[in-house]
């Protein structure tokens, strides 16, 4: 039913507030009159008799004298007689609720109340905080994208490339596909009662496939030394912990502004999953979308997992079965989880894991893997291979980081990388996102591309994936990176500016450091997880649809990278494979800070020697 | 340390402009003051001398990964 409402400040300031509810109250279909400032408490009472009105709606932000003041008020309303036939309420930034219910008022509002709370009481109902939070959702970064080439040309020599890799692997294996395999099967029978035999066979077969350390585990039950199990008490009490979290976080906050800001991730892997977890929580409630985990580095370089809850001192936690269960079951409906796979003896078992955990994206990109992360080019082919047929099952997105450009690999190389590992993805079902570098790289530095601004070349890559395939685009990782610095302001500031960025050039996510990514002393602590998350929710909201403009620079820039694209990748070709082109540095040479990883070389087989 | 600092999920981060005549006494200063309130394992984040003394970050880690964490006790049972 339409009301009529009078809005007074009873101050000699005005307050915003009103005008927004004033504003409010008219699109809720009731009449409204604002009253200027610095009325007296019998000039407003005069004017509530004269409209008529249902409601008094009064704001008071001067905290000195308002308790007389406002006392007064009452008074002379029960005076006039109109106390008996008008509700009135008081807000503003003097006022708690308890003592407007003290003075006699029907309602009092104080700071951070909303425009909904006050039409509610308007309206006479019960306000519902959560009616007007939009619901949070995971969104498939995937599913407005096609894949198609628009460079005919580089869609041509990238299939090319493909039918070679493809051609090359066909009766190729490794320990770790053989352990993807055997681990499928290990988690399912775990599943079922009374196979405790046949499950004790399969990890025997594992640990044949294992380093010794690992082989320990599965055959004695050793754990390496670094790690350790948690007690049952901390167990208990760490589901206590997730249980409270949960039910303190029934709205997580959202940072994006308007509709089409890229999703927001942050990276965990502080050593401990209950760590984990509880950063996960803080980021969260601070509005990040996705976590991404990292494992340890020791990790990718040893054949084969092991299983239990275990926890370390080192960067990076450990991936077996049950901290992945855990840490998913810990997080909120709403938060995207990423587990990445893109190095390392374990690649295929971790899709495999990742899958059967319930990940929602995995992270695979075999020329960064094998050229600047420490894996033999040959081995990670044929076991990326696996995983991408793997995440095409379990239905997992996988990205593509471009960082071996840290390393200093120009980034066509490393797109020219990227996009092969792009287009074997689409070859075998999978959906590939692309994950150029929003950063200050070796390359810009020695260019002088930064020099003017960290806007156009960072622009520049965009523009060039997007006139090659159309396909989703999460720069990260994490954006900014080397622009960052110990300096908490300095890191927040960079982060937030480079998210502006990617929102300006409509990107579908981005990942965030913390403002103390750059601090190598020690773990980083959660505040500095907050610090960047406001700093991106405060761009977003500073910029709304507005865009940050390139200038000329960025699109000349972005047709010297297609071009160099296109001639790396007709390079590739003139190779006899695309492995012997990683060895031969065509993605990334040695002077340039490539170096072909050694980490599993030696180790493949053919299938039918199994 | 005080009962407090149970709850501290990770570290403490102090941020304040130290006066002093040079970063390494900036650093000196800032590293005591935290072990004064009872921190052990400290460092600094980030610090910068300009004109009249520091503007620093330091930090105290009360809990780092691995550890047996204060704060992971069932409610009503610690």
Redesign the interface.
């Known amino acids: 039913m339409k009301k009529k409402v009078l809005l007074s400040p009873i101050d000699p300031v005005h307050d915003i507030g009103l005008k927004m509810i004033k504003r409010g109250l008219e699109e809720a279909g009731h009449e409204a009159f604002l009253l200027p400032p610095d009325l007296k408490p019998e000039e407003i009472i005069q004017e509530g008799i004269d409209k008529q009105v249902d409601i008094i709606l009064l704001s008071r932000t001067l905290g000195y004298g308002v308790a007389e003041l406002l006392g007064k008020f009452v008074d002379l309303a029960e005076a006039t007689g109109l106390r008996d036939r008008v509700k009135i309420g008081i807000g503003g930034m003097a006022i708690r609720p308890e003592l407007a219910a003290e003075l006699g008022f029907d309602g009092g509002f104080g700071p951070g109340t909303t425009v909904e709370e006050a039409i509610a009481f308007v309206e006479g109902k019960k306000y519902n905080p959560k009616a007007h939070f939009v619901k949070k959702e995971k969104k498939d970064m995937t599913a407005t994208y096609d894949y198609t080439y628009k460079h005919p040309e580089i869609g041509k020599l990238l299939e090319q490339i493909v039918d070679g890799i493809l051609e090359w692997a066909k009766d190729k294996s490794s320990p770790g596909i053989e352990r993807a395999h055997l681990r499928e099967e290990m988690i399912d029978l775990r599943a079922k009662d009374g196979a405790s035999q046949e499950l004790k066979k399969l990890q025997e077969e594992y640990a044949s496939y294992s380093d010794d350390m690992i082989a320990n585990f599965y055959r004695k039950g050793e754990i390496i030394s670094k790690l350790?199990r948690f007690t049952g008490e901390?167990y208990?009490?760490?589901k206590?912990?997730v249980q409270?979290s949960r039910k303190n976080l029934q709205t997580p906050s959202i940072l994006q502004h308007v509709e089409g800001q890229p999703i927001v991730w942050v990276q965990y892997g502080?050593?401990?999953p209950?760590?984990d977890i509880?950063?996960i929580k803080?980021s969260e409630a601070w509005g990040a979308d996705g976590v991404v985990h990292f494992d340890p580095s020791w990790a990718a370089r040893t054949e084969g997992y092991m299983e239990g809850f275990l926890?370390?001192?080192e960067n990076g936690s450990v991936i077996t079965p049950e901290n992945l269960f855990e840490i998913k079951n810990a997080l909120q409906d709403s938060t995207l989880w990423q587990v990445r796979a893109h190095r390392g003896l374990n690649v295929t078992e971790t899709v495999v894991l990742a899958g059967l955990c319930g990940a929602d994206l995995t992270k695979i990109n075999i020329a960064y893997g094998s050229m600047a992360a420490g894996t033999d080019p040959e081995r990670l082919t044929v076991d990326s291979i696996e995983a991408i047929k793997y995440a095409a099952k379990f239905n997992l997105p996988y990205d593509l980081p471009t960082n071996e450009e840290l390393a200093g690999v120009p980034a066509h190389k490393a797109f020219a990388g990227m996009l092969i590992s792009t287009a074997l993805g689409i070859r075998l079902g999978a959906r590939p996102i692309l994950q150029p570098l929003f950063a200050y790289s070796p390359e810009v530095m020695i260019n002088g591309r930064m020099e003017d601004n960290y806007v156009d070349f960072n622009a520049a890559k965009i523009y060039a994936l997007r006139s090659i395939i159309n396909a989703p685009i999460w720069p990260g990782a994490p954006i900014g990176f080397l622009t960052q610095?110990?300096?908490?302001v300095q890191s927040s500031v960079t982060t937030g500016l480079h998210a502006g960025l990617a929102a300006s050039l409509g990107v579908d996510a981005i990942s965030i450091a913390s403002s103390?990514e750059a601090?190598s002393?020690?773990?980083i602590?959660?505040?500095?997880r907050c610090d960047t998350l406001r700093s991106v929710g405060e761009v977003f909201r500073n910029l709304g649809q507005t865009r940050i403009q390139s200038s000329a620079k960025a699109k000349s820039w972005s047709d010297e990278l297609v071009l160099g694209i296109e001639q790396v990748l007709k390079a590739v070709l003139k190779k006899p494979t695309f492995v012997q082109a990683l060895y031969d540095g065509v993605l990334g040479s040695k002077e340039e800070g490539a170096y072909p990883g050694r980490n599993g070389a030696g180790t493949i087989f053919t299938r039918n020697m199994v | 340390m005080s009962q407090v600092f149970a709850q501290v999920l990770d570290a403490v981060d102090l941020e304040t402009f130290l006066i002093c005549d040079s970063e390494e006494e900036g650093k000196r200063l800032i590293l005591k003051m935290l072990r004064d309130f009872g921190f052990t394992d400290v460092d600094t984040v980030f610090i910068q001398f300009e004109g009249p003394g520091v503007r620093v970050r330091a930090r105290g880690y009360v809990h780092k990964p691995g550890d047996r964490y204060g704060w992971l006790k069932i409610k009503g049972e610690e």
């Open positions: 350790r901390e208990r009490a760490f206590d912990f409270r502080t050593g401990c209950f760590m509880a950063h803080v926890t370390h001192e610095t110990e300096d908490r103390d601090y002393g020690g773990p602590a959660a505040p500095s």
